[in-house]
């Protein structure tokens, strides 16, 4: 393969603001890299619809996204379509494609108490592809799962400056708790890209004796590993963000994705 020119971009993909969570890494491993950010705010939310709406409707989207901006390479940086889309995105698209698992390995390795709770979306939840994961990683542990749409509406909510429903945290938290062995949970899997914007609210929530763990800084690993050896611009450019269009859910103030180097938003 030919190396991809110093301006040829990074493309992260989300339903919404979540993948902004493996962004934020991602630029501290490689500051200068082109950024551009893609949100399908028409599609939000991802968590609650089919595996088959999913499985036709992230393929097609990523395929525009990579005609319009030549990226060198594209992150799926929403754990609900890595779960669902990714081989049939690797199967459809000629570059490289890093995708985002819930990080039930390291969980398994951590847990004192062979609790883990896994908190993703609905549809990430009830995944074979979490079975899978458990099977071969945790199967000597008790791997709870609990799916939350609220706590995805809640950070969406909190990056766009609106209101947080305080509640989202605690619900989601004892959703876990509630099930056979959830009393001794010591790890919580944040297996949403959306949910470390709300670590702090889910830390409250769970107490300190559980720790909360995401795939986030693994993924920023894997994108510097791929990219290794690659051509950079010598200074940073300020990234795009690109928001596919919908009535009720339009674009947030720049402010709220300033803070990760995006300098300009743009509707398809
Ligand atoms: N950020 C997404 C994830 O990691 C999904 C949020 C949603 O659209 O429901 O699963």
Known sequence: MTAPSANAPILFFDSGLGGLTVLGPTR?????????????????????????????????L???????????????????AST???????????????GT???IKPAAEMTQSGVIGVLGTEAT?????????SAKFASDKIVLRHGSPA????????LNGREVNAAAAERAIAGLRRQPGGDAMDVIVLACTHFPLLAAELQAAAGPDVRLIDGSAGIARRIAHLTQGQPWPAEAAPGVAVFTRSDTNPPPPIAALAPYGIGRIETI
């Open 125 to 133: 939840v009830r995944q074979p592809y979490v079975d899978d994961l």
């Open 62 to 80: 990523l395929g525009r996204l990579v005609e319009r901006y030549q990226p060198r390479l594209a992150v799926i940086a929403c754990n609900t």
């Open 151 to 158: 706590l995805v509406a809640a950070a969406e909510n909190k």
């Open 101 to 103: 698992v819930p990080a």
């Open 28 to 60: 501290a491993l490689l500051p200068t890299a082109p950024i551009v950010y893609a949100a399908d705010y028409a599609g939000l939310p991802y968590g609650e619809k089919s595996d088959a709406e999913l499985a036709a409707r992230v393929p097609a």
């Open 84 to 98: 669902i889309a990714l081989a049939h995105v690797r199967a459809a698209l000629d570059l490289p494609i890093v």
